[in-house]
Structure formats: structure tokens, C-alpha cells
């Protein structure tokens, strides 16, 4: 049985910092494209970041290239999301996601998914 376990949401003040944690059972996270999106109150859900099978070719929206990282430690099982200089529109449930396939944004194409964390950024 897959899972995917969220974690390191909470709240933080404006240009702060967090980092969510991914952990996968049931699947090795090396072989699949992984990826964070998030949702917000009455948004749909947008693709954030991902890391590609194998090679670790990272991928990452505009509104968080620079400030978010995406990374995965094989040995833990377990893809990571820094995310730094939060801003206030960054507030969302954040979920991990995980796909056999190789890299796409569109969330409906991954195969198995947490079931988020929250991450609050106040001004």
C-alpha cells in the first residue's frame, strides 16, 4: 500500500522560512517523478515544484523559482520542500504527490498523493 505522509506546515510571518517533508512508504520516491502542489481557499490546486525520476531534474512555478527547492533523499525515502522569503499568497495546503511517468505539471497525471499540510504566512 502506498502512502504519502506530509509534514513541516504551520504558520510563519513574511519572508520567513519552512521546509515540508514528503515521507514515502510502499513505493521507492527514487523511481517516480515527485512533486508539490498546493491549494488555496477557493483556488484550484497549482502545481508548485518537482523532481524527476532518476536524474533529479527539478522543476518549479514561477511565482516560487528562486525562493522554494525541491530535493530528495533516496537512502530516507523522503522529497523535501524548502521553502524560503515566503509571502502571504503562499499560504495553502500543500500536498506531495508522486507519478511513474516522467514530468508534468498537470496534477490529474500523478498516481498517488498525500494528504497535505498546511503552511499559513501572515504579514
Known amino acids: 500500500q502506498v502512502q504519502l505522509v506530509e509534514s513541516g506546515g504551520g504558520s510563519v510571518q513574511a519572508g520567513g522560512s519552512l521546509r515540508l517533508y514528503c515521507a514515502a512508504s510502499?513505493?521507492?520516491?527514487?523511481?517516480?517523478?515527485m512533486g508539490w502542489f498546493r491549494q488555496a481557499p477557493g483556488k484550484e490546486r497549482e502545481f508548485v515544484a518537482a523532481?524527476?525520476?532518476?536524474?533529479?531534474?527539478?522543476y518549479y512555478a514561477d511565482s516560487v523559482k528562486g525562493r522554494f527547492t525541491i530535493s530528495r533523499d533516496n537512502a530516507k525515502n523522503t522529497v523535501y520542500l524548502r521553502m524560503d522569503s515566503l509571502k502571504t499568497e503562499d499560504t495553502a495546503v500543500y500536498y506531495c504527490?508522486?507519478?511513474?511517468?516522467?514530468?508534468?505539471?498537470?496534477?490529474?497525471?500523478?498516481?498517488?498523493w498525500g494528504q497535505g499540510t498546511q503552511v499559513t504566512v501572515s504579514s
Open positions: 504527490a508522486g507519478l511513474r511517468g516522467g514530468f508534468t505539471t498537470t496534477s490529474s497525471r500523478f498516481d498517488y
Open positions: 510502499g513505493l521507492t520516491a527514487s523511481t517516480y517523478t
Open positions: 523532481i524527476t525520476r532518476s536524474i533529479d531534474i527539478t
